[in-house]
């Protein structure tokens, strides 16, 4: 049976997700931060992990970056999926909307459609959409900006979709596990770049890559903690080590950097939606 870690509560997106690619006989342990699905993996606890990495509203998940760059070495990038997702207005026919709740992110996205339909409401943002499904549940003409799959979860009815059903944006996940996995298909290879603090080394770094036409799909840089002007770099690359020119472009990259740690060589965005 397999284990996987995901953010919970149950009935966020990455519960959703988690459930529609492994299936009913998985065995699913939620936690309440991203730092909890790293450490149940790292532990042993749970094969994989699901974690969010860029979302098309909000952008990269830096707290992911993050704690991949704090386990370079003891963690890899298995598979990255791909969620469409749809939001609708839970609440229960029939009543009144006092009150809407979602989290920011779904407020500002919705506020024409909010201000339009619902000017009277109060909405108050809540720490997830799952978080939003349940407080409308426990309040009184209440309504949440969630996932359609969270109404059954907390016995609510789908009242409507502000986009009229259309995904009102997209996230891209990663799965994590101890191990690297092998993989033939198409599929890029993620890197964490520790750099000389000098002038030009990001574009001593990247030279290789561009000389062996080798594609950079993904570059983000985070502070080094404790050490002022100083970052490491999360890179992702088209290809893996065994194409030639992944592997000169590697070979070439490591010597101008103070460390390069390979995350995995993973197959890319099997499509998902909420």
């Keep these: 049976m397999k284990t996987i870690a995901y953010l919970g509560p149950e009935g966020t997106f990455s519960d959703i997700l988690a459930r529609q690619r492994f299936g009913a006989r998985a065995l699913y ?3 309440d931060a991203l730092e909890g699905v790293f450490d149940r993996v790292l532990g042993g606890e749970a094969a994989l992990g699901l974690v969010p990495v860029e979302n098309s509203s909000g952008g990269t998940v830096y707290d992911t970056v993050d704690l991949l760059i704090r386990h370079a070495g003891k963690i890899s990038i298995r598979e990255e999926l791909v969620l469409d997702i749809r939001i609708a207005l839970l609440g229960r026919a029939g009543k009144p909307v006092r009150t809407i709740f979602s989290h920011f992110i779904q407020i500002k996205h919705h506020s024409a459609w909010l201000k339009e339909y619902h000017p009277h409401a109060k909405l108050v943002p809540v720490a997830s959409t799952a978080a939003a499904a349940r407080r409308a549940a426990e309040t009184r003409n209440a309504a949440a900006l969630a996932s359609p799959a969270a109404a059954g979860i907390h016995g609510l009815d789908v009242i409507e979709f502000p986009a009229g059903g259309e995904p009102v944006n997209v996230t891209n996940f990663f799965v994590i596990a101890r191990k690297p996995v092998s993989t033939r ?14 002038c030009g080394s990001l574009h001593t770094f990247l030279g290789p ?3 062996e036409r080798v594609s950079l799909t993904r570059i983000v840089s985070r502070p080094v903690p404790g050490q002022p002007q100083t970052y490491v770099f999360y890179v992702e690359i088209e ?5 030639p020119s992944v592997q000169r472009a590697l070979g070439r990259a490591e010597k101008t950097a103070r460390s390069l740690v390979c ?12």
């Design 239 to 243: 290809g893996g080590p065994g194409l």
């Design 29 to 31: 342990f939620d936690c």
């Design 263 to 274: 995350l995995g060589t993973f197959p890319l965005g099997r499509r998902f939606c909420s």
């Design 209 to 211: 890559f561009a000389r």
């Design 185 to 198: 298909k198409p599929a890029r290879t993620a890197l964490i770049a520790a750099l000389r603090n000098e």
